[in-house]
C-alpha cells in the first residue's frame, strides 16, 4: 500500500512539473474555495453582508494567482491593489489568513532571485502595517501577520534549498552513471584490443611457419571482436528507454568467468590458471560483475605490459570478504610504464573496489618476480544468487 502510494506521489509531482500552468490554476481554485468559505457561512445579527459585489472583489484578488510563477512581483503588486481595493470600498466579510499574500510571498521566496526577495521583502514591510491600520489596528493582529508572513517566506526558502539538494544529487548520480559506463567501456574495449593485436601480431608469422596456427589466430581475433561487441550492446543497453523505464540487462558474473579465461588462453598464448579457495556461494549481482571486470582488467593488463609466460587468477572466499587475486610471472612494475602504474585500468579497478566499499592494491607480487591484483571486497555470508 505504501509502494502504491508512494508511485502516484511521484506521478502526480512528475505531472506537475511538466504542467506548471495547470498546478497554477488548481492553486488559485483552491485559494478561491478557501476565500468562499465566510461568504457561505451563516453570518451573525449586524456583520457586514456577503453582497456580489465583495465576492467579486476577492475573486479578483485570486485571479493573479494563475501567473504567479512568470511575473511573481507583478502578482505581488496586484494582489496587494486588489485587497487594498477590498478594504477601502466594500465592507465585505473578512478572512481568518491573508491567503493570496501568503502564496505570492512563498512563491517569491522558493523562486526568485535575492534582488526579487529584497524588493519583495522591503514592500511586504509596508503593506502589512498598512493592511493591520486599515483593518484593526490591533497590535495582536500585526504580530500574528508578521509571524505568518515570515513562515510563507521560510517554507519557501526551504522548498528552494531541498530543490537545489535533488538538483545537485541528481548531478552527482548522473556523473556517476557516466563514470560507470566509461569503465565499462574501458574494460571492455581494452581487454578485446589487447587480444586482438597480441594475434594479429602472431598471424604473419605463424601464416609462414604453421597456417593452421594462423587461421586459429584468425579465429580467435574474429571470437574476441564478436565477443566484445555483445558486451557492449549489453552495457549500452542501459542508456536505451522503453515507456520510461531503462532496460538493463545481466551484466556478467561468476558464471562467465571461464569464458574470458579461455578466450585469454587462446588469444594470447597465456597459461592461465584459475582456482578457488574456502566455501564458494552465490554473490550479489553487483558483486559478481565487479570481479569479473576486475578479473578481466588484471588479465588485459599482464597481456598488454607482462611478457608473462602464466597467470593465475584466484579467488578467496571469507567469513564477510571476498579476496580476488591475480599474479603473473612477467617483469613486474616498470618504471614509467602507464599500465603499470597509473593507466586508467588500475585506477578504475580501485574505484569499483571503493565503490562496493572494498579495496585493491597492485604491484609487485608477494614472492618479487611479476605483478600482483589484489582486491577485498565485502561479501554477505548469505545471499540469493543474482541479487
Excluded at 84 to 108: F, M
Excluded at 115 to 130: E, F, I, Q, Y
Excluded at 205 to 229: C, L, N
Excluded at 370 to 385: H, Q, T, Y
Amino acid at each position: 500500500m505504501r509502494g502504491e502510494v508512494r508511485g502516484w506521489w511521484e506521478r502526480g509531482r512528475a505531472s506537475a512539473e511538466a504542467n506548471p500552468l495547470l498546478v497554477d490554476i488548481g492553486v488559485a481554485l483552491l485559494v478561491q474555495a478557501a476565500m468562499t468559505m465566510p461568504f457561505v457561512v451563516p453570518r451573525a445579527a449586524g456583520a457586514p453582508p456577503a453582497t456580489w459585489a465583495a465576492y467579486g472583489l476577492s475573486t479578483l484578488s485570486v485571479l493573479p494567482l494563475v501567473w504567479r510563477r512568470r511575473a511573481p512581483l507583478t502578482v505581488l503588486f496586484a494582489v496587494l491593489a486588489a485587497n487594498a481595493l477590498y478594504r477601502l470600498t466594500v465592507d465585505g466579510p473578512g478572512q481568518p489568513l491573508p491567503y493570496t499574500g501568503l502564496v505570492v510571498v512563498y512563491t517569491i521566496a522558493a523562486l526568485s532571485p535575492a534582488r526579487r526577495r529584497l524588493v519583495a521583502g522591503a514592500v511586504m514591510l509596508v503593506a502589512v502595517p498598512t493592511g493591520v491600520w486599515l483593518n484593526t489596528r490591533s497590535a495582536r493582529e500585526l504580530t500574528f501577520s508578521v509571524f505568518v508572513f515570515a513562515a510563507a517566506y521560510v517554507f519557501g526558502r526551504l522548498t528552494d534549498a531541498r530543490r537545489r539538494a535533488h538538483r545537485v544529487e541528481a548531478e552527482q548520480a548522473a556523473a556517476r552513471e557516466r563514470a560507470r559506463i566509461a569503465r565499462e567501456m574501458h574494460d571492455i574495449l581494452s581487454h578485446a584490443v589487447s587480444l586482438m593485436i597480441v594475434q594479429a601480431e602472431a598471424g604473419p608469422v605463424a601464416v609462414r611457419a604453421a597456417p593452421e596456427r594462423a587461421e586459429a589466430a584468425f579465429d580467435a581475433i574474429s571470437a574476441t571482436g564478436r565477443d566484445a561487441m555483445v558486451q557492449l550492446r549489453r552495457m549500452l543497453g542501459v542508456l536505451r528507454e522503453s515507456d520510461g523505464v531503462p532496460l538493463r540487462e545481466p551484466q556478467p558474473g561468476l558464471a562467465e568467468l571461464p569464458g574470458l579465461l579461455d578466450r585469454v588462453r587462446d588469444g594470447s598464448g597465456l597459461d592461465v590458471a584459475y582456482r578457488t579457495v574456502g566455501r564458494a556461494r552465490p554473490l550479489p549481482g553487483t558483486v559478481a560483475a565487479t570481479v569479473f571486470r576486475v578479473v578481466q582488467e588484471a588479465l588485459t593488463n599482464t597481456v598488454r605490459h607482462a611478457g608473462a609466460r602464466t597467470v593465475t587468477v584466484q579467488l578467496t572466499y571469507g567469513d564477510s570478504e571476498l579476496c580476488v587475486r591475480v599474479t603473473d610471472d612477467g617483469r613486474g612494475p616498470q618504471a614509467g610504464g602507464a599500465g603499470r602504474r597509473g593507466g586508467h585500468g588500475l585506477v578504475g579497478i580501485r574505484e569499483r573496489a571503493a565503490a562496493l566499499g572494498g579495496s585493491a592494491v597492485t604491484g609487485r607480487a608477494a614472492d618479487g618476480r611479476g605483478f600482483e591484483v589484489r582486491v577485498r571486497l565485502p561479501v554477505p555470508e548469505a545471499v540469493e544468487a543474482g541479487r
